[in-house]
């Protein structure tokens, strides 16, 4: 049973055994959530006197990087960032796909004389940006929103084809304060993995929700971090619905933060969860946004017909379950300083990495058996490169180290003649100068790899063709 929540008070921790304190009582040993605690309800301001560390990473690695052509938090990718962030939208669109989402893609920009969405504008006033085309001013998209909820305005949808799930990878504008705008942390423009679900009414919504926070959990567990959770709701909807904070609760088992202090009527939404990531400055980064909508299917017109022939209007889960791509890469990054501070190499996940496999002819001589190396291993859906430079193979290896390259095999005499390679895993002491066969390796990426998309290098074979981007 869920304690009567303490009169007054606008946060409450929820523990996991289901009892709530005040945040100032809080006494639990999750540095992380103590991280949210002080951003959120005690407004301590972080005193940052160093950068984070994604943003040498991303330099270093010649990842992504601010576009000095555009506005402020517009970021330009280079082909590594680029297909970093192509194999994440794989990643996620095969996330919604197994959950039986349809996916579109719609326009970025919408007219604000239409009365809902100057509503918006309205709501979130100096932060949009505005446009004109002919004698019309249109507002850049903040998420993919409009877009869905025009399709299903116009959609013929039967109780049948509920929970409808619709997604798109949307462009989104926000003009964040130039000042807070920076790295990967915060853009004007992002991409935001959006999943709206229709559903017939608020129960069907609650059991919707529940399914997919279980699953944004997950996604970030996939990928080595977990989160700190804060639910916004009024207090009248947190007193009918403590069976299902509670069942929120229990899919996670880790103190939440609830605010009761939202104002009845004032929003579309009844719940609000924000699922936070905490990074190297113990800032706590906003990375999944989940709504439960019911309001918006009245505002924008849509329906869906009933048992009895009936229209009605939907209750909508709006998902953001790896909130933008942008945020992603930061935690992905930030993650792996956090495993350097461990005193471990840092890396990304083999199969996210730019290039798994890197070939070190000594000389001239040992081309030919590297490209047949480097054939074999492209066939078999490896990204690999040549380091043909003319330069010492100390050289090569510091290089290969410096850009994370997660496994190279060097190629001399003895193993043009050998059937056989020397091959070096970052960080594995086991695998320093390891002697497998070619297949052997093969097997070792896709083990590692299995189920997670694949796509073919962005960047050329042989090293000294490439050019430097950063
Ligand atoms: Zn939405």
Known sequence: MIQKPIPHADYLVLLPNNSLVLPENYSGDSKDFQ??????????????KEAPPHLKIMKQLELVDHEDLSDHG??????????????????????????????IKDSSMYDISVEPIRRHVELFGDRVYLLKADDREFVLRYAACFGQFSILKNALVSYRSLPLKLFELADSYRLEQSGEVGGLFRQRRF????????????????????????KAHRLAHEFGW???????????????????ISDLLQAYSKPMLLYLGVPEDKYYWVINIDL??????????????????????????????????????PVIIHAALMGSLERWLNNILENAAKQQKQGKL???????????????PIADRHMSKALEIAHKLKDSEVRLDIDDRPISLQRKIRDARKEWIPLYTVVGDQEVQSDR?????????????????????????????????????YVSMMLSRRPRFA
């Open 191 to 214: 991409h935001m993995g959006d999943l709206h679900v229709l559903c017939r009414d608020l129960q069907s919504a609650k059991q919707e929700f529940l399914k997919l926070y279980i």
């Open 276 to 313: 936070d990531y905490i990074d190297n400055l113990r800032r706590p980064v906003e990375s999944v946004g989940m709504q439960i909508d019911v309001g918006n299917a009245e505002r924008f017109d849509i329906q869906f017909v009933d048992e009895n022939g009936k229209e009605k209007h």
């Open 35 to 48: 991280a949210l605690l002080n951003r959120e309800v005690f407004h301590k301001s972080i005193d940052v």
């Open 74 to 103: 517009h970021l330009r990718l280079y082909p590594k960032g680029a297909l970093i962030m192509d194999l994440l939208s794989d990643y996620l669109l095969e996330a919604v796909l197994e959950e039986g989402a349809y996916p």
């Open 346 to 360: 840092p890396s990304l996940p083999l199969w996210l990495l730019p290039i798994q496999v890197r070939i070190l």
């Open 421 to 457: 390679l020397s091959v070096s895993v970052r960080g594995d002491k086991e695998y320093e100068n390891k002697w497998v066969s070619l297949d052997e390796l093969i097997q070792f990426i896709q083990l590692r790899c299995c189920n997670k998309p694949f796509r073919r290098s």
């Open 226 to 244: 977990n989160y700190v959770a804060m639910v916004n709701m009024c207090r009248s909807f947190y007193d009918r619905n403590k069976d299902f």
